[in-house]
């Protein structure tokens, strides 16, 4: 703990909900750093080459808890005219402690503060962000002229010689929007310090606050004691029904009575969690018909890294570097192919081909789940001119099981949830992904993807098992396709 100060994050942290700042500063969670490959960590990454657009720029290195220290040197580098920018200045002013990321010397004796952010335009809470270091920074007695936010450029394209980083970044002058909001900064304050100080932390009834701007790190916690079939679950219940089943006493999907409100979904869901028993909508077989078996199960894995990896593609740009593929007969075989591209080289056309080649032997309906594969497949068409025809076929062959679940399918044990992890279980007891630690679910393999791409890994045992972990993580995508899909024929009454 850094003690009872208000911080930029704490302010901000504040803002979203008062227990949670309480909880940040009385019983902070144990810190981890991001995982290795994942976006936050390249958010950090994309923080420190911030720093090469102000050549000449120094770092103030001291660590949180010394802070004083950090404001001295602050106040040393600032003294130095030949300093352009300080990185991570420090200042106080109100009990308000700040880092700000860039300090930048202006003409004139006057200083910019640059925010940096890896998110690819400005978000409305960057806004109190700057605002809050405006705040803290007027009152230390700089001369802020400026107020700009670095966010990462999507239009930016890697060259061949690899990234131009101060076309990488967009800059955007928001000293209107900063001044708009500094006014109310103050007035902020003290609410927020009486909970630094509060004994115990202040109710807070977990709502839509607890996921915006950031994911709330207490949510486990903050709804430990709601019911499995909390009405939060309830797909799309507005705040209105919300508000009015919380008049009535009512937490639980299975308690709201018949005669409440509810679109047909939400009363399906409803029903089906009070008896316990699924719902099977009349028209299934027909809905089914179009699938198969015989019947081919495709899903792909793509990273969507921040810096470019690769000479010709954008910062969070799709690129699909896995694909797995699972054949049902009629007889009821089962066979699978898979792909996973070589790390160092852009996936791209790697992945196409070989997708080609493997669906080039049939024309069976391709099972998917979502539009996601049809999104990756136009971008490799609109890429890949000469494969165009090939991809597009297979377009054309692309059968989505999602919208079928989703409209003519409701278990309990759903979970309130369409996703394939959750209704593959649910239709095909037994089965799941438990097994998998490594690589999980679709972050983790794309994690874990970018670590390998970016050579942050020496070949040899880790590397391997890396790919060992991706390559069963995909399969058992497309698997629990095949047994969601089995386990809806059975409900239809084929095996
Ligand atoms: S989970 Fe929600 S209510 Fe609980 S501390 Fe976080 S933001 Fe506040």
């Known amino acids: 703990m850094t003690g009872r100060h208000l911080t930029k994050s704490r302010y901000l942290a504040g803002l979203q909900c008062l227990r949670r700042l309480w909880r940040l500063v009385n019983d902070p969670p144990d810190y981890e750093d991001p995982p290795a490959g994942s976006p936050a960590e390249a958010g950090q990454e994309v923080g420190r080459k911030a720093h090469l657009l102000f050549p000449g720029g120094v770092l103030v290195e ?106 990488f970044f967009a800059r955007v ?39 915006s701007p950031v994911a709330c790190e207490f949510w486990d916690d903050c709804t430990a004691g709601k019911p499995e079939d909390w009405i939060r679950y309830l797909p799309r219940l507005s705040e209105r029904r919300r508000t009015e089943l919380a008049a009535l006493g009512i937490e639980s999907i299975a308690a709201i009575p018949p005669d409440f409100p509810l679109s047909a979904k939400q009363a399906i869901i409803r029903d089906a969690t009070a008896s316990g028993k699924p719902f099977v909508a009349p028209d299934l077989a027909r809905l089914l018909g179009r699938f198969g078996p015989p019947a081919q199960y495709l899903d792909f894995e793509a990273m969507m890294p921040v810096i470019p990896l690769y000479a010709g593609t954008r910062p969070y740009q799709a690129l699909p570097f896995q694909w797995s593929l699972h054949t049902l007969g009629a007889d009821g075989s089962l066979g699978h192919r898979e792909f996973l591209a070589e790390s160092g080289v852009d996936p791209r056309r790697a992945f196409a081909k070989t997708l080609i080649t493997a669906l080039a032997d049939s024309d069976l309906p391709i099972i ?128």
């Not at 005219?81 to 402690?97: D, M, N, Y």
């Not at 200083?111 to 809050?132: M, N, T």
């Not at 927020?192 to 932390?201: D, G, S, T, V």
């Open 368 to 495: 998917v789940y979502s539009t996601y594969e049809h999104s990756r497949l136009k971008d490799l068409a609109a890429f890949f001119p000469d494969l165009r025809p090939a991809l597009d076929a297979i377009i054309a062959r692309l059968a989505d099981l999602l919208p079928v679940v989703r409209g003519a399918v409701y278990h309990p044990e759903f979970g309130f949830s369409n996703s394939i992890k959750a209704v593959a279980p649910a239709l095909c007891p037994g089965f799941g992904y438990d097994d998998l630690e490594e690589v999980a679910d679709g972050a983790m393999a794309s994690a874990a993807f970018v670590r390998l791409a970016s050579g942050a890994i020496p070949p040899g045992e880790e590397v391997n098992r890396l790919r060992d972990a991706l390559l069963a993580y995909c399969q058992r995508d497309t698997l629990a396709m095949v047994e969601a899909h089995r386990g809806l024929l059975k409900l239809v009454g084929r095996h």
């Open 62 to 167: 001291d660590e949180p808890w010394q802070h004083l220290e950090a404001m001295a040197r602050t106040a040393a580098l600032m003294a130095d005219a030949s300093v352009p920018a300080i990185f991570e200045a420090a200042f106080e002013h109100a009990g308000v402690r700040i880092r700000a990321d860039v300090l930048e010397r202006l003409p004139g004796g006057t200083w910019g503060l640059r925010e940096v952010k890896s998110s690819s335009g400005v978000k409305d809470h960057y806004i109190d962000d700057l605002a809050v270091q405006a705040f803290v920074l007027n009152g230390a007695g700089v001369p802020l002229s400026s107020a700009q936010l670095l966010h990462v450029d999507t239009g930016y394209v890697r060259g061949a010689d690899g990234i131009c980083w101060p076309e």
């Open 173 to 211: 002058d928001l000293d209107q929007e900063v001044a708009t909001l500094l006014p109310d900064t103050p007035g902020r304050l003290p609410a927020l310090r009486q909970c630094l100080w509060a004994a115990e932390p202040p109710a807070a009834e977990p709502g839509g606050q607890c996921g």
